[in-house]
Structures are given as C-alpha cells and as structure tokens.
C-alpha cells in the first residue's frame, strides 16, 4: 500500500466496466462484435450536434464555462423551470456523487430498491456509508417498504424510475406518496436517466418540486440524445441545494465539447425523440417477439428489456458472447439487452432465442 490509503477505498472492489465491442472482438477472434450492454443510442448524435461538436474543436485550448450557464439557460427555456433550480454536471453520475459529497458521512444511510443502478452501492461504500436495500417485488418498487426502512440514519434515498436493470416505473402518486410519508430532512433522488423512453402515463415528477424541497430529479443526455461520450447530465431541485451541489463540482467538467453538444442537441430536440420512438417500436417488437417465444419479461419503460433467465443468466451472456453480442447478464437474476437498431436486434434475438433455450 503506498501511503494511508482511505479503507473504504481499500476495501472496494473496482468498477468493471462492459467489455468494448474492440476487446471482444480481439479475444474471440471475430468480427462486428455489438455491445448492448451499456444502454447507449446505437446512432451517432443527430447531424446539428455534430456540427457543433466539430465547430468547437477550435476552442478546447480554454476551459469551458464552469457552470455551463447557456445550458442552464436553454433548458430553464425548454423545460419552464426557474434557472436557479437547474445545475448541471459530467453525466448524470456526476451530479448523483456530488449528492454524497453534499450529504453523506461514514456511518449514514443510503437507501433504494435493488437490483438498481450499480453506482448507488459503489458510491455508498466509497463514502463510508451502509448502503440499505429494499427488493423489488415483482420487478417493481415496494414503496411502502422504502419508507419503512427509513431511519435517523438515512440521508439519501434513490428511486430509479424508469429502472435500471429492469425497465420498470414509478408514477408521480407514487413518488408524491413516498415523499409524503418520510422526514423531510431525507432527500429524495429520482434518477429519470431514461425518461424519454418512459410511458407518459407515469407522470412527470417535477410537478412535485414545487412542494418538495427535498426532492431531486436526475436528467442525462447520455441515452435519448446520444451523447454518452460526452458526458453531461442535469438536475432540477431547489436552489438551496443548486447551491451545494455546485460548491462540489470538479471545477470544469462540464468540457466544451459537450457544452456545444448538449446546447445543439436542446435547439434539435425534435430529432433526437424521432429517434426515441424508433426505439420504442423496436422495443414492442422485441418484447412482443419474446413473449411469443414463452419468455416472461417486465414491460419495460427504458431503453433496454431485461429477460429473467435466473440461474442460466450468465452462461447466456457467455455463449452470446461469443458470438458476437455483449449484453448484461445480472448472474442468478436475468439478462438486460439494451435495444439497438433494428438488425441488431435481430441478431440478439436469434443468438438469445437459440442459447436460451438450450439453458433455461
Ligand atoms: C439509472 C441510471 N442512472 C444514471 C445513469 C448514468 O448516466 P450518465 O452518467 O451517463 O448520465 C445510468 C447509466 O447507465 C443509469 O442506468
């Protein structure tokens, strides 16, 4: 060990990441590998982001604006939001750290349903913090369970609507109803990193930020926009807490590259959701296509489906692997497919269909 590293790092597993299509390819030895494991657009961003991105490419000599104010300004434009209540950060698992930077000491709890987005465990354990589960029950939130687990301890609790690895929503009643039934110095983080995809019957939770201080939303450009590279996401919350989160910013992490993007990718809003519906057709083609095959699965609100494989799951992955396809297994629970185009799809499927069978 060099020096006194801190041991809530020592004692951390690292982050593995999904393989690249490039790293499997050199070590299976085959060629157009697809990943379909990191729930990215499988289309370049639309022509107009582009085009900002490479008219900014002269500029990257200085640091971009440090609180990104032009983006703050467009979508309190967009969005009909006050621009004190919107900060922005480097993705969206950017602004969810620096809520533990605001919020959270060794010794405190976090809590949110599981199985859910993997960094809400990682940044509980690098924090010091007891990360506190509630299990789904039938793929969705037991809400009431939620509140239940709530102790003097709790600072934090993290509902992913739609959610990760799931696919499966919470509606603004159920979301209202959770806030209603907690301490009001425990902050609620609403995680929408799929909200384009997600059915407009739940209802948007930012209706609820006018009686909820302690109410955060999460935005990214990273899936419906395309823009997973580049990094940026947003937050809507009251300004008392635009003010921490920003104090805890990595000064200048919001580059000027992705600035460009996210204000072109704003003004081209349109394009990017015809792209959003695209997926979603493919996505009732997908579920449909496997539900005839016998397979149970959620519906799923995002932009990936998860098949429940259990115990097969990971000799699944392994064997679509090795044909060409990197998805996400959760070994002993189910595999989640992000949705591609529509000839990726297909070639899941088949590849799915043929070793699924012979496993589950
Ligand atoms: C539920 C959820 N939240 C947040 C993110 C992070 O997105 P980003 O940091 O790219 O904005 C992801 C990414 O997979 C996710 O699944």
Redesign the pocket.
């Known amino acids: 060990m060099i020096g006194r590293v801190r041991p809530a790092v020592l004692n951390m597993a690292s982050y593995t990441p999904g393989k690249a299509a490039g790293q499997v390819e050199a070590e299976q030895g085959i060629r157009e590998v697809i990943k379909l494991a990191?729930?990215e657009s499988p289309w370049p961003p639309v022509p107009a982001v582009q085009d900002a991105i490479e008219r900014a490419i002269s500029g990257v000599n200085r640091y971009g604006d440090n609180r990104a104010t032009d983006i703050r300004v467009a979508l309190s434009e967009w969005l009909g939001i006050n621009a004190h209540s919107i900060t922005v950060g480097c993705?969206?698992?950017?602004l969810l750290q620096q809520l533990f930077m605001v919020y959270v000491d060794p010794g405190d709890e976090v809590l949110f349903p599981y199985p859910s987005?993997e960094v809400y465990p990682i940044f509980s354990t690098q924090f010091g913090a007891r990360p506190v589960t509630v299990p789904l029950v039938g793929h969705g939130f037991d809400l009431d369970a939620v509140a239940a687990a709530v102790t003097d301890r709790t600072k934090l609790i993290f509902l992913?609507t739609p959610n990760?690895p799931t696919g499966t929503s919470i509606s603004v009643e159920g979301i209202g109803g959770l806030l209603d039934a907690i301490p009001n110095d425990v902050v609620v983080v609403v995680?929408e990193?799929?909200r384009e995809f997600n059915d407009p019957e739940m209802g948007d939770p930012a209706t609820l930020l006018a009686n909820h201080e302690n109410l955060i939303i999460t935005r990214?450009f990273?899936k419906a926009f395309g823009l997973?590279g580049l990094?940026s996401?947003y937050a809507l919350c009251a300004p008392a807490l635009v003010e921490q989160l920003d104090k805890v910013r990595l000064p200048f992490s919001i580059n000027n590259l992705a600035q460009a993007a996210v204000l072109a990718a704003i003004e081209h809003r349109e394009d990017a959701m015809e792209r959003v519906d695209a997926l979603i057709t493919e996505r009732t083609r997908c579920v449909a296509a496997l539900r005839a095959k016998g397979f149970s699965l959620p519906d799923s609100n995002a932009n990936f489906i998860f098949i429940p494989t259990s115990d097969a799951t990971s000799e699944i992955a392994e064997q679509m692997e090795q044909v060409g396809i990197i998805t996400r297994p959760f070994p002993g629970f189910g595999l989640r497919v992000t949705v591609g185009s529509a000839e990726e799809n297909d070639r899941w499927m088949t590849a799915f269909f043929e070793h699924a069978g012979r496993n589950t």
């Open positions: 990191s729930n993705g969206s698992s950017g987005f992913a990760n995680d990193a799929y990214t990273s997973a990094r996401g």
